[in-house]
């Protein structure tokens, strides 16, 4: 079992910085794969990036590439998502993710992944 707690979203604007964080709890946090996820008002969940157990695989959307970076600490069970150059269309609710760490191949899925965070909400303004 492992339980997700998001902090760090708010408002910002375009061209500016965030970064979230994710506190899990449980014992099985430093073997599993962990993702963020957003999701924006009357679309569908979409993948933002991954991280393996090991810190060595990482995997990003296209769309935040080079602007996004995603990294853990398996010592303090967090995960964080540093977020640069905002632009409005990132506006959404954040939700990190927990997956078992077999699924790297189809990472993006967010079927694939057994524990959710509430999520938090990053808005950025023009």
């Known amino acids: 079992q492992v339980q997700l707690v998001e902090s760090g979203g708010g408002l910002v604007q375009a061209g500016g910085s965030l970064r979230l964080s994710c506190a899990a709890s449980?014992?099985?946090?430093?073997?599993?794969?962990m993702g963020w996820f957003r999701q924006a008002p009357g679309k569908e969940r979409e993948f933002v990036a991954a991280?393996?157990?090991?810190?060595?695989?990482?995997y990003y959307a296209d769309s935040v590439k080079g602007r996004f970076t995603i990294s853990r600490d398996n010592a303090k069970n967090t995960v964080y998502l540093r977020m640069n150059s905002l632009k409005p269309e990132d506006t959404a609710i954040y939700s990190c993710a927990a997956a078992p760490a077999g699924i790297w191949a189809v990472v993006a899925t967010p079927s694939k992944y057994d524990y959710w965070g509430q999520g938090t909400q990053v808005t950025v303004s023009s």
């Open positions: 991280i393996s157990w090991t810190v060595i695989n990482t």
């Open positions: 449980g014992r099985t946090f430093s073997s599993s794969i």
